[in-house]
Each structure stands twice: as structure tokens, then as C-alpha cells.
């Protein structure tokens, strides 16, 4: 009790310093975006290399982060893993993730927001600035919103699975089982699927947005 107390109190810590350095970065990109020139725009030549190399590092990170945990890890880890540890795992590597992009979103919006000022950017750099915006958006919403969410009702029916002796084994097929005579776990089942879904909706949409970008980057390489 003592350590799951500590546990608790330590995730909260790091939850709230996340909290200030994740708003105090949405800031910055929204103040890049709207008012360069307080940032110094007269260096722009000679800051422009350093923040091309930016946005192009953050952006293939939290692409690249997104592509693999939405397509290939998580796939992967469903398939091969026992189910409860399965989503023991996902409690931990998904807040991580959801920062991760998060922060790289922020970085990619503010650099190009810095290059390509809102009052003077063509429709199209409008486009690409709304499009990592929303990006950091819906991360947000998965780091603060779903995920909380989902990972508490997942301890509750992991609670509920284990005093029916489930949640070992590799797949879905023993919880259907149970939950059919069990209207608590049907019921717990459907509101994880709820909240799962939202969060996953979120996930894509944030890729999709990303995708998006890339579309628009690979028009502007010349190779």
C-alpha cells in the first residue's frame, strides 16, 4: 500500500512539472507563430539553418514515434504478450510517448511558425501550421484526457479479470468469455472500449495530421 502510495505521488511529480514545461512550450510556438519579430527576426538568415534543422528532427521524431507505435509496436507487443501485461506496459510507454510527440510537435510548430510568420505566410504554410498545431492538440488530449482515463479503467478491470483467474493469456477471447455471464466486466468492458476509442481516434488524427505534413515536405526536397 505504502509503495503503490509512492508510486502514485512520484507519477503526480512528474505529471505536474510535465504539465508547466508542456504549457509553457504551447506558449512559446503560439507566440513564435503570431509575434516573430519579438524573438529577434533581424537574425533570421543566420538563425534559419538552425531552425530548419529543428523542425525537420522533431517532425521525423514524432512521426517516426507515431508510426511505429501506432502500426508496429503496439501490434506486435498485443500479439505476444499476456494481456494484462500487455496493458501494464502500454500504462507506462504511452504517457512517455504522448510527450514525447507532444513536445516535438511544439518545437516543429514554433520553428515554422518563426520562418513562415502567420501574417505573412501563403495559404499553404497556414495549412501546415494548423496541421502540427492540431497534432500537439490531440497529444494533449491523450496525455491529460484519454490516457488517465483508459489507464485507470484498465487497473479496474485488470481487479476485476484477476479474481476470475483471466488476463494471462495472449488475446481477447477468455474476458468475452466471462463477461457474458459477468454484467459488471461487460459493462467495464464497454466503457474501456469507449475511452480506448477516443484515444485512439486522437492518436490517428495527431498521425494523420503529421502525414499531412510530410506530404507537404516531400514537395519541397529537391534530390
Request: aromatic share 14%.
Amino acid at each position: 500500500m505504502f509503495v503503490c502510495a509512492c508510486e502514485t505521488e512520484r507519477e503526480t511529480v512528474g505529471m505536474g512539472w510535465l504539465t508547466r514545461f508542456l504549457a509553457a512550450v504551447a506558449f512559446l510556438a503560439i507566440g513564435v507563430i503570431f509575434s516573430p519579430e519579438t524573438f529577434g527576426s533581424k537574425s533570421i538568415s543566420q538563425l534559419s539553418i538552425y531552425l530548419k534543422l529543428a523542425h525537420l528532427l522533431t517532425f521525423s521524431t514524432s512521426f517516426g514515434a507515431a508510426l511505429w507505435v501506432t502500426f508496429i509496436g503496439g501490434i506486435i507487443m498485443f500479439k505476444n504478450l499476456p494481456r494484462h501485461q500487455f496493458g501494464n506496459l502500454q500504462s507506462k510507454m504511452f504517457p512517455a510517448y504522448f510527450s514525447l510527440v507532444g513536445i516535438c510537435c511544439a518545437i516543429s510548430v514554433a520553428s515554422l511558425g518563426y520562418l513562415h510568420p502567420w501574417k505573412s505566410a501563403s495559404t499553404a504554410e497556414k495549412y501546415q501550421l494548423g496541421f502540427l498545431f492540431s497534432a500537439f492538440l490531440f497529444n494533449l488530449s491523450n496525455l491529460f484526457v484519454f490516457t488517465p482515463m483508459t489507464i485507470e479503467m484498465m487497473k479496474q478491470r485488470h481487479k476485476v479479470e484477476k479474481e476470475h483467474a483471466i488476463g494471462e493469456e495472449i488475446g481477447w477471447s477468455k474476458n468475452r468469455e466471462v463477461a457474458k455471464a459477468n454484467p459488471k466486466l461487460a459493462a467495464m468492458n464497454k466503457k474501456f472500449g469507449m475511452i480506448h476509442g477516443l484515444s485512439s481516434l486522437a492518436n490517428i488524427m495527431s498521425f494523420g495530421s503529421l502525414a499531412m505534413h510530410s506530404w507537404y515536405l516531400a514537395g519541397k526536397l529537391n534530390l
